[in-house]
């Protein structure tokens, strides 16, 4: 049950937002506001490649607002 659930939840995330296989080949949009969702376990990597995003989009000339969430227990 619980893969099944796991399985459930991938399909419909990626469904609803553009996943990225390879944050290289993550490029800006010009047209307005885009959202950049991060998931993943403890001790992956997710700041610093948030970071690492927030950078190379300000060095595009973009403004930068990083906001963060919690897990929930």
Not at 12 to 34: F, H, I, T, W, Y
Not at 45 to 61: I, M, R, W, Y
Request: aromatic residues 4%.
């Amino acid at each position: 049950a619980e893969e099944e659930l796991a399985s459930l939840a991938e399909a419909e995330l990626r469904s609803v937002v553009s996943v990225q296989a390879n944050p290289v080949d993550l490029k800006r949009r010009d047209d307005g506001p885009q959202v950049v969702l991060v998931v993943g376990v403890n001790g992956v990597g997710k700041t610093t490649t948030v970071a690492k995003l927030g950078s190379k989009f300000q060095k595009e000339g973009a403004r930068v607002l990083f906001v963060a969430a919690d897990t929930f227990r």
